[in-house]
């Protein structure tokens, strides 16, 4: 009994650290992100729709002056995403007002 109970515990603590591992390194390589909020970094968005909260935070506004970039309206940021794109938000709404793809 206590063979069986010892090969099963081994079986299970093998298939756990197996299923532990299969997802990846966590918490590496997401440029300062928690895991799992870098979902958006690939998603097309479009005027009219919400941006997330993170990227309202002050480390991805840009100083528009230095990028070349229009002066933002009275309530608006202009927010760099980790892809390049420079995305044109109201601060208190998260709306986008304007994308630039290349500048």
Known sequence: M?????????????????AAFAGGPK????DGHPPGKHKGWHKEYRRGEHIE???LDSRYY?????????PPP???????????RYILVAVATG???DILLHH
Do not use: M, N, Q
């Open 53 to 55: 909260r993170d990227y």
């Open 27 to 30: 918490g590496h390589g997401h």
């Open 62 to 70: 840009v100083d528009y002056h230095e990028h070349h970039l229009a």
């Open 2 to 18: 206590k063979r069986l109970l010892l090969a099963a515990s081994i079986a299970f603590l093998t298939a756990a650290s197996t």
């Open 74 to 84: 009275r309530g608006h940021r202009w927010v760099r995403h980790p892809d390049g």
């Open 95 to 97: 709306i986008i007002a």
